[in-house]
């Protein structure tokens, strides 16, 4: 893996990972940073490219919530005390609050195994920041919004670079991870959608996978990936009633998506539930109570 930054267009760089984190390039040698990774390691990675390059941090922005995008953050403002820290509004809440992460998948307490560095990162003091042009440290971006995998995310522009974040997936993720997380699957094909609409993007980034020129086949992989789930969700209630549970058996079988460990299962099944919900609002799907419990059938 890299250690170094690597160039995505004038003042725009990335250093690779198993979370893209990008800086750009603001007055005087300052930098926003965007994404700080899931823990100390990769944020401690961050800091020695950053200072290989002669940039100094001026503020970081978390594109959303999910742990492995903010979970640097501790380590990075340990060093620089007084960086802000930005992020759509409703993910800055879960950042000042990370708990809210793994108590939303669980819908109580969770327990030991869902408050991993994977979903409960520390907290940090996120402060909320609308979308479109924004100065942030010093440096001028276009904050897109694009909702679905997180219940708000931004995208990120500058020039003739895109950082999608995680509004699109590189090809060796959506392989990898056929049950793609979202929050809203809806909302999710729109925002890919909108981003592939985008005119003059030279470049695009995804949140997890390579740069890529191709922003036209990227987002077609990726509405390809997110159908896939939903197309999946429908064979599943066509095979006749099931609870909630037993239909993400089902579709994990036909995805090659089968969770083994408690938050692998949690996060699938919050997959399940945003194309349930898609299903349900589009008269496809019913919901009904049972012996079993909470179950889905066809409408």
Excluded at 83 to 89: H, R, T
Excluded at 147 to 155: D, T
Excluded at 165 to 177: I, S, T, V, Y
Excluded at 198 to 205: D, Q, T
């Amino acid at each position: 893996m890299p250690s170094s930054l690597q160039p995505l267009g004038p003042g725009v760089f990335f250093l690779p990972g198993a979370v893209n984190s990008v800086a750009i390039a603001g007055p005087g040698g300052n930098a926003l940073l965007v994404d700080t990774g899931l823990d100390e390691s990769h944020a401690r990675r961050l800091l020695r490219a950053l200072a290989g390059a002669g940039l100094t941090p001026s503020a970081i922005l978390n594109t959303h919530s999910h742990a492995d995008h903010h979970g640097g953050n501790a380590f990075l403002l340990s060093r620089f005390p007084e960086l802000p820290v930005y992020a759509p509004p409703l993910e800055a809440a879960v950042i000042r609050h990370p708990l809210l992460e793994p108590l939303s998948l669980w819908g109580a307490a969770p327990p030991a195994e869902l408050r991993t560095k994977f979903l409960l990162a520390p907290p940090s003091p996120a402060q909320g920041v609308g979308p479109g042009k924004q100065t942030l440290g010093g440096t001028e971006v276009e904050l897109l919004p694009v909702p679905g995998h997180a219940a708000e995310m931004y995208a990120l522009r500058v020039g003739e670079v895109l950082y999608a974040a995680d509004a699109l997936f590189g090809p060796e993720a959506l392989e990898k991870h056929p049950l793609t997380f979202c929050a809203d699957s809806a909302q999710q094909k729109a925002s890919a959608g909108a981003l592939g609409e985008l005119k003059g993007v030279r470049v695009v980034l995804p949140g997890h996978g390579d740069p890529t020129p191709d922003l036209a086949g990227l987002v077609a992989a990726n509405l390809a990936a997110y159908a896939r789930t939903t197309d999946a969700v429908a064979a599943a209630l066509a095979q006749g009633p099931a609870a909630i549970d037993e239909l993400l058996v089902r579709v994990g079988e036909a995805l090659g998506a089968v969770a083994t460990t408690p938050s692998g299962w949690a996060l699938n099944r919050a997959v399940l539930s945003a194309h349930l919900t898609e299903l349900l609002e589009r008269g496809e799907a019913a919901l009904e109570v049972g012996r079993e419990g909470l179950r889905g059938r066809q409408a």
